[in-house]
């Protein structure tokens, strides 16, 4: 809804993406940074989803906390986009690159909550809205409040997001490169 009421479609799409994501376009988190960084925020004042949904992309990845307390696995990742801008014809992704000490404790931990239910709370029967799957021949929603309203989101049969490939590749510990020079 722009100023004065009138309803804006560009800014109802631009609301639905932030919502989806978690993250405006140019990349600001919706929640309010506690301290000087943009990445240097939480959930604890949000504990409603009201401003960040349950199960926008970001929260599922990253919940910050668990149920449990506990803290979650953190893994190191960057996304860069690539191709044509938006609504222009041609291919458009990211490529996304993620750094880790354990695959099977922090990776794969994180991609399970993207399809399945996670430690915020989320049901595994909501999966990720841009990479989870959805069930064949039926339709996924997303669904977040704004204001009073409770908005839902038709999504389709298809994923917004698909992986075309994927490589695991190790880097060498620090111990190890240090110890390469006795090698020589």
Known sequence: VAA??????DAAQELVRAKLMGRARDGSPLMAPRGPGANDFD????????????AS????????TTLSGKRPPRIVRRGMSYGAPDHAPGERGVLFMAYNASIAEQFEVIQRWLTGGNSGGVSSAQPDPLLGVPHAG????FQFTQGDQVIRVDLGDQPICRLEWGL????????LLASLQDWI
């Open 138 to 141: 039926e339709a996924s929603v």
């Open 57 to 64: 992309h970001v929260r599922r990845a990253n919940p910050r």
């Open 4 to 9: 004065g009421g009138a309803t804006s479609i």
């Open 43 to 54: 959930y604890r004042h949000d504990s409603d989803g009201a401003q960040c949904p349950f």
């Open 168 to 175: 695991y590749a190790f880097v060498p510990s620090m111990h």
